[in-house]
């Protein structure tokens, strides 16, 4: 050893009593862990209870507490506790995950406001009465469009039915079809006729399917790369080209 230099110090594990977490709000009244929320995702609710089955990733949330006005007057509204709300999340870890929302109910102090009760609301977590998540309904939308996967097939990976998945997915869809900008660097546009099925072509509301051919607008456009990503842009019911609609979108996105 050279004159003048102390060893350096050689780092151990000791093997302290307490065990380590990266929990600060364990123990502590009234506090969230802010690891937890940030893994979570949802801005505005915090994690208070996770539970994992065997095929199912169960997480509880709240809001944090806090003085609310009634929607209607404006009065700061006096508490009614909460009430637990079932919502099928985006599946993690390849776990179908349900969340269990504690949503605040309030009274309105204010004798002559019509707004007598009323809950919460998270606009950007679940659409009025809905059962998926708005990033559950988005997620679905993604594995059919990027990854090729069916409803039934999203579906059975959020632990749900195929109506359940529909029913979040087509009001999203629907919005989507009437934004135009969607064909916003559309260069290269594949149209694709075919068969979807082959029941009843009764309307939907009288039990039946609708027509059974079907027609897919598809974004051909190359990346910087010369890579394309096939991406649907439409469906449309029935034989579209026949009828000129699918003509009509290729030379507009050309």
């Known amino acids: 050893m050279i004159r003048g230099l102390l060893p350096l110090p050689i780092a151990k594990d000791l093997d302290v009593p307490e065990p380590t977490s990266c929990c600060r709000a364990l123990g502590t009244a009234g506090a969230y862990c802010h690891s937890c929320d940030l893994l979570l995702g949802l801005e505005g609710l915090h994690v208070t209870a996770v539970d994992r089955g065997e095929d199912l990733l169960t997480v509880t949330v709240e809001s944090t507490p806090g003085p609310v006005g009634c929607p209607a007057c404006g009065v700061v509204a006096e508490s009614l506790g909460r009430r637990t709300v079932r919502l099928v999340d985006a599946p993690c870890f390849t776990t179908p995950v349900v969340l269990l929302w504690r949503k605040r109910r309030y009274r309105c102090r204010e004798d002559a406001c019509a707004m007598v009760t009323f809950t919460e609301q998270e606009p950007d977590l679940v659409r ?113 080209c026949a009828r000129g609609v699918g003509r009509g979108l290729g030379r507009r996105s050309a």
């Open 128 to 240: 009025p009465r809905g059962l998926l998540t708005t990033r559950a309904a988005r997620w679905a939308i993604t594995q059919i469009r990027r990854e090729h996967a069916s409803v039934q097939g999203t579906a059975r990976q959020l632990g749900v039915r195929w109506r359940t998945v529909w029913s979040a997915i087509k009001p999203i869809l629907a919005a989507a079809a009437e934004d135009e900008t969607r064909f916003a660097g559309v260069s290269t546009l594949g149209v694709d006729e075919h068969v979807w099925h082959h029941v009843s072509t009764k309307a939907p509301e009288e039990g039946g399917r609708g027509p059974k051919e079907l027609t897919g607008m598809v974004d051909l456009t190359a990346d910087e790369n010369g890579q394309d990503a096939p991406m649907v842009c439409q469906a449309l019911p029935g034989r579209a």
